[in-house]
């Protein structure tokens, strides 16, 4: 069964850090370019940043980079998200997205919360 399970958001103060991970199973995880999405109330869910399979090539939305480092770790068949400086902008349910050839996994989200 193919499982892609978020963990590691909730609540921080602006100017803070939190690192999210993404720990998939039921399916090869190294063959898959793997993402980061986020979708904040009432709006669009948006591309934040995407991780080639090996690792070598990551991409970022303008309004995080600088601030979210994407990584993997294929051994572990995990993907992560550091996320520095953050705003109350950054606020969103945050989604990992696997995609291989026209397959598409989604996590079920984690929500993180930028507040004072």
């Known amino acids: 069964q193919v499982q892609l399970v978020e963990s590691g958001g909730g609540l921080v103060q602006p100017g803070g850090s939190l690192r999210l991970s993404c720990a998939a199973s039921g399916f090869t995880f190294s063959n898959y370019f793997m993402s980061w999405y986020r979708q904040a109330p009432g709006k669009e869910r948006e591309l934040v940043a995407t991780i080639s399979t090996a690792g070598g090539s990551t991409n970022y939305a303008d309004s995080v980079k600088g601030r979210f480092t994407i990584s993997r770790d294929n051994a572990k068949k995990t993907v992560y998200l550091q996320m520095n400086s953050l705003k109350p902008e950054d606020t969103a349910v945050y989604y990992c997205?696997?995609?291989?050839?026209?397959?598409?996994?989604w996590g079920q989200g984690t929500q993180v919360t930028v507040s004072s």
């Open positions: 997205k696997a995609v291989r050839l026209g397959i598409i996994h």
